[in-house]
């Protein structure tokens, strides 16, 4: 499939190699150029803009970073929306607002496929193909759509009508609220106790607290590995947008409440754009000192 692919960050990078590996003919655009090099070297065609990406496309799938730039991406002056056509198919793969993917259906021009498929999985998901893709939007779309999205990831979900895909990921980012607050205070808590943490780690992964967060970020903390699976900032973004979400529907989350105040001070803090597990840097500073972590 011939495919325009906007935002080539930490997730979409490993998205398009792995488009490219699948046969794909991929042309991209990013804000900053220097951010493509990895997959122009891997076979990706430049684009200078959203809607020079959309020519010739049978396929647009858009990876940025907040839903102002969503918004910008599909109805800016150079925007996919100003040059797409009927029989091609835009996928937005930002985890965005529901509200927002509900209100570019409306704005989509005639005979044009939508989809809303963000995805769960982290940076490790996206370089080995095993993502998770929660789709909302045009049924025949999604069924177009499918191998494509199963050449990214094992599970693929389709939720129903625009928005559902990204209600679908606002539960999964929920989730994750309380897996990550969870594993900070664990390790915390450990380390206070004067316990092994490497052991702790291994032992709470074997039991009923094991969780995706323990499994990939644990280690990551344990060796000052800080650098972004998913950044920080991004996921204070996707935690408001949730809680927005949850208000309009009259439903209380005090938990996520909760994790959004912390990432709030780990982004004010300047750390946001460290990976969610940097979260512990509200705890642990920037101590190193001989036996901190052990």
Known sequence: MKIGFIGTGVMGTGIVKNLLKAGNRVTVYNRTKAHAEEVLAAGASWAASPAEATLNSEAVMVMVGFPADVEETYLGPKGIFSVVQPGQIVVDMTTSKPSLERELKQKTPAGVGILDAPVSGGDKGAKEGTLTVMVG???????????????????????????????????????????????????????????????????????????????????????????????????LKDLRIALEEADAMGIDLPATKVAKQLYEQLVDSGHGDLGTQALIKLWWKDEKEDGKKD
């Open 137 to 235: 939007g045009d049924q025949e779309a999604y069924q177009t759509m499918t191998p494509v999205f199963l050449q990214l990831g094992k599970d693929i979900h389709y939720f129903g009508t625009a928005g559902a895909g990204q209600h679908a990921k606002m539960a999964n980012q929920i989730m994750v609220a309380g897996t990550m607050t969870g594993l900070v205070e664990t390790l915390v808590y450990a380390k206070a106790a004067g316990l092994n943490l490497q052991d702790v780690v291994a032992t709470v992964g074997g039991g009923a607290a094991a969780n995706w967060s323990l499994t990939n970020y644990a280690p990551r903390i344990l060796k000052d590995d800080y650098t972004p699976g998913f950044f920080a900032k991004h996921f």
